[in-house]
């Protein structure tokens, strides 16, 4: 009749991740994406160390997916110049090595790539803070100097 605790559990995590996306600045948004292939990583590390090879190859998979059609795809190479370029190789380097990982069984390998996004989203959260990357709260006021008391 009713569906399993488990279930209604996964519904209202979902509804909070889509209410975070929703409401996300463009910044935060690759902080998630960066946060979804760690955890993906990490779901990886406990499947390989534990035999569960079905769902490492599920967790590599869904990493690769972030970093190649989100994190990748969100570079704007004609924008971010030399920097997006070099952001699209190690990205590239992240997905072949995540494939390789998989194809080994090789934990160093998910951990190396985990040690890289790690360092990445680290840069990106310092970035987020500094005042160019922040909206101003209000647009500021001109005042006439000439104008009369």
């Known amino acids: 009749m009713f569906g399993s605790r488990q279930t ?6 979902k509804v909070g991740m889509e209410t975070g996306v929703v409401a996300a600045s463009p910044h935060k948004l690759i902080v998630m994406l960066f946060d979804g292939a760690l955890v993906s990583i990490t779901n990886a590390l406990l499947n390989m160390r534990s035999g ?9 998979s869904k990493a690769i ?3 190649d059609s989100g994190l990748r795809a969100a ?9 997006a370029e070099g952001l699209d190789a190690l990205y590239e380097y992240m997905s072949g090595r995540l494939l390789t990982a998989n194809l ?3 934990p160093a390998i998910l951990e190396e790539v985990q040690r890289l996004l790690t360092e990445l989203r ?7 803070d500094t005042p160019a990357v922040k909206a101003p709260a209000t647009a500021p006021t001109q005042t006439n ?3 009369s008391a």
Do not use: F, P, S, T
Request: hydrophobic share 40%; aromatic share 8%.
């Open 122 to 128: 680290d840069a990106w959260n310092q970035i987020g």
């Open 52 to 60: 569960n090879i079905g769902e490492k190859g599920k967790a590599i």
């Open 75 to 83: 570079l704007d190479k004609k924008v971010g110049g030399e920097i």
């Open 145 to 147: 100097k000439y104008a």
């Open 104 to 106: 080994k069984n090789d």
């Open 8 to 13: 209604g559990v996964n519904a209202y995590a």
């Open 65 to 67: 997916m972030i970093i």
